[in-house]
């Protein structure tokens, strides 16, 4: 029997161009991950604890109550890290996703996620994690594979080759498999594990970054290191958009978070720095540290712009 042509959504050309930064766990998934942190006893002797994303959250910046074993973070976030005998960011989102399958309330962000998936749109994953960016790459492949029905794969497939005729100048024969295709988007995407020793050198690097690191302490590290990931999000779609002839049109990037310190630094880089070098770009961040509100909160905007599912 004669294969049919793959279905191509020629329509995307006449898009807006939406972009999303997500925060992982707890945003996008409710992930088994544990930090190792002590506690002060009642006594003053300090006992080792095991604390979950959300949890750590709230008492990351409780120097006086919790610190890490030994002083050293490291060790805190030893299960936060690639390891040689498991791939830990893939198998506790495999866990993840098998509760969700079972029933779990989904985190704020899940279905913005499946939504920028489903259009093909261009994302960037930000965690203050320690894996590599391949580690992220494969887990958002499970989530692709594991989340999407048949339907909005086929959906997301014709999305994409859409973009890559309209972008890039792919004939209708000149189509990779649906995997292939699918892998491409994927790389055409970011994905910033903060405290992964990579992405740690380039920041280092960085001359404006440089000199912010030297003055931080260490609670704020973090924090800065999302804003470093953020701004080389922004860059790469701001090129990307250059070489393609399309800075004329509206363009809007959205960045999700449920940790309250991340969501303040990030606005206040928003205000202060990112909305005027990029004065085309309208900015949003929601805010999703409250689990009673199902989609977050927006907090700050540059511009207007709705995330999916928001």
């Avoid at 990931?229 to 393609?244: G, T, Y």
């Avoid at 363009?251 to 630094?265: A, L, P, R």
């Avoid at 202060?272 to 949003?284: C, N, P």
Wanted: aromatic letters at 10%.
């Amino acid at each position: 029997m004669k294969k049919l042509p793959p279905y191509i959504n020629s329509a995307v050309a006449s898009r807006d161009f939406k972009y999303y930064i997500f925060d992982w766990d707890d945003n996008i998934l409710h992930m088994p991950t544990k930090i190792r942190m002590e506690r002060l006893q009642a006594d003053g002797s300090w006992q080792e604890v095991e604390v979950s994303t959300a949890t750590f959250a709230l008492i990351r910046t409780d120097s006086v109550n919790y610190r890490p074993p030994g002083g050293k973070w490291e060790d805190a976030f030893r299960n936060f890290e690639d390891s040689p005998r498991r791939d830990n960011f893939l198998e506790d989102t495999r866990v993840a996703l098998t509760r969700m399958a079972e029933g779990e309330k989904p985190a704020p962000s899940f279905n913005a996620l499946r939504k920028t998936l489903r259009e093909g749109r261009l994302f960037s994953i930000v965690t203050a994690r320690g894996h590599s960016p391949d580690a992220l790459k494969r887990a958002v492949k499970l989530f692709v594979d594991s989340v999407l029905t048949a339907e909005e794969r086929s959906e997301m497939l014709s999305n994409l080759r859409g973009y890559r005729q309209w972008l890039d100048g792919v004939g209708d024969g000149e189509f990779g498999t649906d995997e292939e295709e699918i892998d491409y988007y994927l790389s055409m995407c970011r994905y910033c594990a903060v405290t992964y020793e990579g992405f740690k050198k380039r920041m280092a690097e960085d001359p404006i970054y440089q000199e912010k690191l030297a003055v931080a302490g260490n609670s704020s590290k973090p924090e800065l290191a999302k804003e470093f990931a953020i701004r080389d999000f922004v860059e790469h779609i701001f090129h990307m958009l250059r070489r393609s002839g399309n800075l004329n049109r509206s363009v809007s990037i959205g960045f999700s978070d449920d940790d309250k310190g991340n969501v303040k630094t990030v606005s206040r880089y928003i205000r202060s720095e990112l909305s005027k070098r990029f004065e085309g770009i309208k900015f949003v961040v929601y805010d999703t540290s409250d689990r009673s509100l199902s989609k977050g909160r927006k907090v700050c905007v540059s511009g207007q712009m709705n995330l999916p599912g928001f």
